[in-house]
């Protein structure tokens, strides 16, 4: 095999290497958590509440503990609409308005472009394990305790 060839490939692999393990890494990566709860139901939630936060969401997680999620908060109140692009796990998306009351629930598949949107406009969107509200008989018009985020 030719020396230069033999470089060549072992370098590439190490930097294939240092790629996915950085990658992987920053996938896992948290953002600050803040508790919000509905009823006496308690949530690990993550704030996104930047642009590259919200566009980075939940992608490329392996995994989310039982009570964790991702709350966007949008700033103000916007038409919403969420994706699962890289996004690996299945996950329930509840729509929130400014006053903290779910407007609506919608359930995503991992790895999809399918469009799931608010019904009004809202403020917030949180994300949790699919069936996570379901299994807690949390519904439109709940409320959401620990809004706003500030």
């Known amino acids: 095999m030719n020396p230069t060839f033999r470089f060549a490939t072992s370098f590439s692999l190490v930097l294939a290497g240092l790629f996915f393990t950085g990658h992987a890494a920053y996938a896992q990566t948290k953002l600050p958590v803040k508790q919000l709860s509905a009823g006496m139901h308690l949530i690990q939630a993550e704030v996104a509440a930047n642009d590259a936060d919200r566009q980075q969401g939940l992608m490329l997680r392996t995994k989310m503990g039982t ?36 407007v609506n629930i919608e359930d995503m598949k991992p790895q999809t472009l399918e469009s799931h949107c608010a019904k009004k406009v809202v403020h917030y969107a949180l994300e949790m394990n699919q069936g996570w509200f379901k299994q807690r008989n949390i519904k439109p018009g709940t409320k959401i305790d620990g809004l706003p985020l500030k």
Not at 70 to 92: Q, R
């Open 67 to 102: 009570n964790e999620g991702m709350i966007f908060d949008f700033g103000a109140p916007a038409g919403v609409c969420m994706w699962m692009k890289n996004t690996l796990i299945p996950l329930s998306v509840a729509f929130i308005d400014a006053e903290g009351t779910i």
